[in-house]
């Protein structure tokens, strides 16, 4: 399957009869649908480039894994990639969190967008970054309000990554 990318996003026009841009969508929840075009996340096309789901052309030139994780780490994307590819191979489906003030929505196995509400907020923070404590409170405080956990995604110098699941009590 062909993807063309410009601007940050890859688009997958779907031609008459062809299933597989509409089957990525509805059965396995990448992208949204414009028109008669899939258009995909630099993170969602990373994923399924580096999965041989998908070639991306950037202005007729194929585009290479390692071009693509290039243009991630440019953007400071890289992080959030890890994370997502490590999420997705582990069965979840992932949509974006920022309406939450997260990087991600997570879906647990077997749930799906249309089909109920997210189960996660994923959260990624860096290891050696500082986190202020009206942050944190404020990131559980939304994913309480809106009855979702909040997963916190630690990534290491190592680009290992630990999770938390952080939950709201009341004393």
Do not use: Q
Request: glycine fraction near 6%; include cysteine; charged fraction near 30%.
């Amino acid at each position: 399957m062909r993807g063309n990318l410009s601007n940050e996003i890859v688009s997958i026009k779907i031609e008459e009869g062809s299933k597989r841009p509409i089957s990525l969508h509805e059965k396995s929840f990448f992208g949204k649908i414009e028109e008669d075009t899939l258009n995909l996340s630099l993170i969602e096309a990373c994923y399924l480039l580096e999965k041989d789901r998908l070639d991306v052309y950037e202005d007729d030139v194929l585009c290479s894994v390692s071009y693509l994780i290039d243009l991630l780490k440019e953007r400071d994307l890289y992080g959030r990639y890890i994370v997502y590819r490590d999420l997705k191979d582990r069965g979840y489906v992932i949509k974006t969190g920022f309406k939450f003030g997260s990087d991600f929505r997570l879906y647990d196995r077997g749930r799906s967008p249309g089909k109920g509400h997210s189960d996660f907020l994923v959260k990624i923070i860096y290891e050696n970054f500082d986190i202020n404590a009206l942050d944190f409170a404020s990131y559980v405080r939304v994913s309480h309000g809106v009855n979702k956990k909040l997963l916190l995604a630690i990534v290491d110098d190592d680009l290992d990554i630990t999770y938390y699941n952080v939950e709201w009590t009341r004393p």
